[in-house]
């Protein structure tokens, strides 16, 4: 099993940074791509930036340009950093694992969410 606790969530102003970071524990071996996901009240779980476990990146179009994911393989810790914040970028961001070689085909393992609020 593996578990997934996020951290690094909190209020900021429009504009502003925030970092957040997803660290791993448990049967990490069986990690290969990590992610981060999102859901805002009333919407739907969206996918907002996920890596390969060989450093392949992508994103939604909402936030390229404003976040960047990295991993620390070392660590056993995704990062996900969010630059030019905006108002629609509040909800609460989930951390998830995938066994598989992308997370878009399927996700094992989910954290328990940070909440992002960003004032505007």
Known sequence: QVQLVESGGGLVQAGGSLRL???ASGSTFSINAMG???QAPGNQRELV???T???STNYADSVKGRFTISRDSAKNTVYL???SLKPE???VYYCAASRGP???LGIDYWGKGTLVT???
């Open 21 to 23: 970071s997803c660290l």
């Open 36 to 38: 981060w996901y999102r």
């Open 49 to 51: 930036a996920h890596i």
């Open 53 to 55: 476990n060989r450093g």
């Open 81 to 83: 950093q969010m630059n």
């Open 89 to 91: 970028d509040t909800a």
């Open 102 to 104: 992308i997370i878009v």
């Open 118 to 120: 960003v004032s505007s």
